[in-house]
């Protein structure tokens, strides 16, 4: 899923949290890459990291009784983060699709979502995913809704996140930008900007997850564990109660 705005720095916030996976400094410590910069799944609060899949990953380490250290990482570069093995484990609305399942080990899903398509509020030529054909989007370029937008025939323009596609948008450098439907009500909610809109769905129903090295089965094995007893014991319906009204974790 994409972004707000992308990481000014790289920093480490410790937390209680996670794994029966070792970091490679305390086999009792998992670190974890996020942006820090995405509301409200990861971002700063008060000078304190917090969100949606910030607390998921907290209850998960809970249940495990381990540790858990963010490294924030900006979204372009998170997963190279991970194969260097500056972390372990990515939680940041990684969206499942073939090309990320052969290459990493995924967890089971913990939030369900709808992609969008926005633009100025007084556009009136995009109306539909095949409205891309030929249209400029304004995208992170290694997010799954960069492949969409291309995919439908758009050139896309990369950026750091959805805050500088809604600036470009604004000003008439890009037709468009595509995005998770809970990442644009959140900014809409928080802004209250009127100057764009909703223009249409890409009738893409996205489904995101933690992602690990292809290696670390045994990691995600217990991740999934944890998950499931969260989804047993109302957890993460409540947490996506908190932050979007409504249970994205079916």
């Known amino acids: 899923m994409r972004k707000f705005i992308a990481a000014a720095v790289l920093a480490v916030v410790a937390a209680t949290g996670l794994s029966a996976c070792s970091s490679a400094s305390d086999p009792n410590v998992l670190k974890i890459g996020t942006e820090g910069t995405y509301a409200p799944f990861s971002y700063q609060e008060g000078g304190t990291l917090t969100g949606y899949d910030v607390e998921v990953a907290r209850a998960v380490g809970e249940k495990l009784g381990k540790q858990v250290e963010f490294v924030q990482t ?148 217990d991740v999934d564990k944890a998950l499931a007893e969260l989804r047993a014991d109302g957890t993460l319906a409540r947490l996506s109660e908190k932050y979007f009204g409504t249970d994205v974790s079916k």
Not at 216 to 221: G, Q, R, S
């Open 74 to 221: 900006p979204w372009d570069s998170i997963f190279a983060g991970l194969e260097s093995k500056r972390f372990d484990l990515v939680a940041n609305q990684v969206t499942v699709n073939p090309e990320r399942t052969a290459k990493y080990a995924l967890s089971q899903p913990y939030t369900t979502s709808e992609g969008v398509i926005v633009t100025k509020a007084d556009n009136t030529t995009i109306t539909s995913l095949a409205s891309l054909a030929g249209k400029t989007t304004a995208q992170s370029a290694t997010s799954n809704w960069s492949k969409v937008a291309a995919g439908a025939g758009a050139k896309v323009e990369a950026v750091e996140g959805f805050v500088q596609a809604v600036q470009l948008l604004k000003a008439g450098r890009v037709d468009a930008t595509v995005n998770d439907t809970l990442a644009v009500g959140e900014y809409t909610k928080k802004t209250g900007d009127t100057g764009i809109k909703i223009a249409a769905e890409t009738g893409e129903t996205s489904k995101q997850a933690f992602a690990a090295r292809s290696g670390d089965t045994a990691l995600i094995a």
